[in-house]
Structure formats: C-alpha cells, structure tokens
C-alpha cells in the first residue's frame, strides 16, 4: 500500500500538483475501466449474457454504446485542457531550454488523446508518469511495494542475463581471435605504447632516479649496499692477484680488506650516480638506439604474453558468467523464516 509522506509534502510545496494529479488519476481509472467495458460489450458473449440476464442493462447502454466517442470526447477534452495547463506552467516556470519541448517530452500523453483502440492503451503510461513524478518528489516510495520489487528484480534478472552473454559472447571472439595470430603485441606496442613513450620513459627515469636516491639513503639503501659489498668482496677475494697479497706479511690482509672497502664505495658511488643522473631524454635516446636493432629469435616471450591475456580473459568471463541474481536470491530466501521456525518460535512465546 502506498504511502504518503506528508513532510516532503510540505517541504516540495506541491500539494496542488498532489490534488491535482489524483483528480486526474481518478478519471484515467474510470475512463480506463469505461473504455474496457464499452470494448466488452461490444463483443457477442457478454451482449448476449447481458440479454439474458441484464436486458435493462441494454436497453439503457445502448444509445451510450453507439454514441460512444462523444462520451469518450468529454475525457480526452479534459486530458487536453489538463495537459495545456501543464504545459504553460512549464513554461512559466523555464522548466525546459525551449518552450517548445513540454510535448515532446509528453508525447504519450497526446498519442493517448487520439480516440483509437491502438492508441487509448497510451494512458497507462500516463499513470505511470504521475506515479514517477510523485515518486520524484518523493511523497511516496515505490520501491516499498511488492509489484515494483516483482518487476524490478526480473528486469535486472533479464539485463544481467543479456549483458553477460553478450560480454562473454565478445570475450570469446577476442580469445579465438588471438588465437589465430591476431598481431596483438604489436598493435599493442605501435598503438597504445608508442605514442606514450614519452611518458612512459619520464615515468621510468623517476623510478630509477628514486632507486638511486633510495641506495645512497643510510636507512633504506642498506640492503642494496650490503648485497654490492658482498659481491665486491667475492670478487675480490677471486680474484688471483688480490689473493697474493695474503702472502705479505703483517700488512697483506689489510691492504686486501681496504681495497675490498675502496671498491665496494666506489661500485656504490658509481651506481648511485648512474641512477641519479639518468633523464627521460637519456631513457628515451636508449631504447631508440640502443633497443632498435633487438630482434629476439624465440616466440616463447611473445607466447607466454598471449597465454596471461588470454587467462585473464578466463577470469573476467568466470566472473561474467556468475548469476549474481541467484545468489541474491538465495541470500533473501536464507533470511526469510519458514513455516516451522515460526511455529517453534511462537510455541517458545
């Protein structure tokens, strides 16, 4: 049953537009329900039930009958005045960009002043429009009734069902598509990186400018500057002429460990600076130069490439395909209780 909320009532000042539209509400409904009559009686069935059992029904409905349209005319005659009225309205207050608008938007509303079978089926939709514009202006809830729930969820049941086939019907033609040979890499490389590389090579030489400034860092480069250390001294240590130097006496093993230190800070040093001097121009001037001439032999990166799009292509259609509306279902099934958990319940009581 709805509702209405008189505080928003109030506060949207449309209490005359209220009145207004349930006097018009109230004449659709006769005028719709004269409109069914009137095509019944028109059928043999119920002319001849009628007879039968309703004779003066007849005989007082038929000059109504025949005369029909001019009864008909005196609802589409207050329809139209209505619908000017609203109109003019609308035009007082620069509702639309163009004066001219108001019928356009309202189209049903004047289809359904035509007086044909075909057309008279477009008042419904003017029920419907008084009931959105109150729901609007939220002086009633629609989506606290049971029949706008109903329809609701079958709308989005019948959306979901038809986006995700057709999500899954053109992720499907891409896979087979890559499948195929489809030169994805390089569409990819010439379409979408290329003409972004200057902003991909500026991104680059931050990141390698912040890992430069990381190792000289004496909290956060101690990882990079130990593991520089031990390779120095491995290298050292390796290495056959530094190695004779154990054979001196007394100061052999420490002009081993200063040099090892002296290498290991300038390694250190060097690769701080080479990080921290690198530019976008200098990134950019390499990978033109010095990544022109790089023609890998083996498919196998460009293979494994097409093998992570086309399982992420998997998921996203895994995903897809779940009926979100069944486990919707279900889940509002779960908090409704049954018949015997009531009985129980109201036992315990």
Not at 119 to 141: A, G
């Amino acid at each position: 049953m709805l509702k209405i909320n008189r505080e928003n009532l109030r506060n949207s000042h449309e209490t005359p537009w209220l009145i207004l539209d349930l006097v018009m509400l109230g004449l659709l409904f006769i005028n719709l329900a004269w409109l069914i009559f009137d095509a019944l009686y028109a059928t043999n069935f119920v002319y001849q039930q009628l007879g039968v059992h309703f004779p003066a029904v007849i005989d007082a409905y038929d000059p109504i009958h025949n005369n029909f349209l001019l009864v008909d005319l005196v609802f589409i005659g207050i329809f139209f005045t209505e619908f000017c009225f609203r109109w003019a309205v609308a035009i007082i207050r620069k509702e639309h960009l163009r004066w001219y608008f108001f019928p356009f938007l309202h189209w049903y509303d004047l289809v359904g002043l035509i007086p044909t079978g075909g057309t008279r089926l477009f008042r419904f939709l003017r029920i419907l429009s008084i009931l959105h514009r109150l729901h609007k202006y939220e002086i009633i809830d629609l989506n606290q009734t049971a029949i706008f729930r109903f329809f609701t969820f079958y709308y989005d049941v019948f959306v979901e069902e038809l986006s995700d086939r057709i999500v899954v019907k053109v992720l499907s033609d891409a896979q087979k598509d890559i499948s195929a040979g489809s030169p994805l890499l390089d569409d990819i490389t010439n379409q979408v990186l290329a003409p972004r590389r200057p902003v991909i090579t500026q991104w680059m030489a931050g990141i390698i400018n912040h890992l430069g400034q990381s190792i000289s860092n004496d909290e956060h480069g101690d990882v990079i500057r130990e593991h520089v250390r031990k390779s120095v001294g491995k290298a050292v240590r390796g290495n056959a002429q530094v190695s004779s130097l154990n054979y001196l006496p007394i100061i052999g093993k420490t002009i081993e460990n200063t040099l090892e230190q002296s290498v290991t800070d300038i390694v250190t040093s060097s690769l701080v600076n080479l990080l921290s001097d690198l530019d976008s121009e200098r990134i950019d001037h390499f990978i033109s130069v010095g990544m022109h001439d790089y023609t890998p032999t083996a498919d196998a990166l460009d293979e494994e490439v097409l093998n992570v799009v086309n399982e992420c292509l998997e998921l996203v259609k895994a995903h897809v395909s779940q009926q979100r509306w069944k486990s919707h279902l279900m889940e509002k099934e779960s908090t409704v209780p049954s018949p015997g958990q009531v009985s129980k319940e109201n036992d315990t009581l």
